[in-house]
């Protein structure tokens, strides 16, 4: 029997409410800016999402300050795992393969899908334009929208599958029923969805890297020769990427090459977050790496050495790569860079770093 391997996000919001449904409106809770909160987007308000359907947003761009974060009614009462800005509109995903829409940066939302008989979550979301989006979650759960997430229809990705996969979907392809209840279980988990001028990435477990031109509707897979989940992939300010995921594994994905970053760290790095000039990556038990992006184009054999993850006392870690010091222990899932910090959404809360030079 095939195994799971959930991402850091799926797994919590597959701890929310059980009795909870899509169909009741959120509440406000004195508490909320300490509660599980799981995604965040900057736009013209900051728009934080977590447990319970909570959504908080700020008065305006550039505001990291926690204190002036408000929490607004959400129409879904389901844990929302992501969210994604663009101009005055703003899309939030989460369990039940719950899918809310603001019209006005934030500020008010509408519930346009929820699928509780589904039970599954979507993770997160990506708009291109203010027409057209996706969004995706577990079990290859995947979605698009045309006409500006009013409504989505599901696709299927077997371009995503390694070829393994995909030769035992050909086996069975003439029983269609049964091609589609396989091709529902052995799609894996699709953490993160982002991208740069060209290109769309994906970010999953067993290895899952995949890229595609055409605004997902085709999949490429990239072999980076390593199995365990990914959470995320970053695009740095100089256009490279950089995908990290489980036991801190980290890799630049080059043109024709994937190449390790060793960060001399174990647990899992779930998000790069990045702005013009400055790029962290953050993960579980409060991890913050900060990375050097001129270091990090510094191709040396040597710099680029890695360790065997268990005995790692003695580890180098790559000279583009500095650990920040902080002073919380939570999961962090999240983030933007506002100024001169770090706000953060973790399993603990909403958190601010200063960032020092």
């Known amino acids: 029997m095939k195994v799971k391997n959930i991402s850091v996000a799926a797994a919590l919001s597959l701890l929310g409410l059980a009795t909870a449904n899509a169909n009741e409106l959120s509440f406000i809770a004195p508490l909320v800016k300490e509660s599980l909160l799981l995604g965040v ?192 992939v970053g695009i740095l300010p100089n256009e490279i990427s950089l995908a990290v995921g489980l036991r801190g594994h980290m890799f630049v994905l080059a043109t024709d090459e994937q190449l390790p970053i060793e960060t001399c760290v174990t647990t899992s790095l779930n998000s790069v977050i990045t702005s013009e000039n400055k790029v962290f990556v953050a993960g579980n038990n409060g991890v913050i790496l900060s990375i050097d992006i001129q270091k990090l184009n510094e191709d040396s054999a040597s710099a680029y050495a890695t360790y065997d993850r268990a005995n790692i006392a003695n580890c180098k870690r790559h000279p583009s790569v500095s650990l920040v010091n902080t002073d919380f222990s939570d999961a962090i899932l999240g983030g933007i860079i506002s100024n001169d910090r770090l706000l953060l959404v973790t399993a603990g809360g909403l958190k601010t770093v200063v960032i020092e030079e």
Request: net charge negative; aromatic share 12%.
């Open 41 to 232: 987007s900057e736009g013209k308000h900051n728009v934080i999402v977590g447990e319970r359907g909570h959504i908080l947003v700020n008065k305006t761009t550039g505001d990291a300050f926690a204190e002036n974060f408000r929490q607004v009614l959400s129409p879904a009462n389901v844990t929302l795992t992501d969210v994604f800005s663009l101009n005055n509109f703003a899309w939030a995903v989460g369990h039940d393969a719950t899918i809310i829409k603001s019209s006005d940066a934030g500020l008010t939302w509408t519930l346009v899908q929820s699928d509780p008989d589904l039970d599954r979550p979507l993770l997160s979301v990506y708009f291109f334009d203010e027409k057209e989006g996706i969004a995706a979650g577990a079990y290859g759960l995947f979605y698009r929208s045309i006409n500006g997430g009013d409504s989505w229809v599901q696709e299927r990705h077997p371009g995503m599958l390694s070829p393994d996969d995909n030769d035992y979907l050909d086996s069975i392809k003439d029983d269609e029923a049964f091609y589609l209840e396989e091709l529902s279980f052995i799609s894996p988990h699709l953490n993160k969805v982002s991208a740069s001028e060209n290109t769309l990435y994906v970010a999953g477990e067993a290895g899952l890297l995949a890229t595609s031109s055409d605004k997902g509707k085709s999949w490429e897979r990239i072999d980076i020769g390593y199995q365990g989940s990914f959470f995320d």
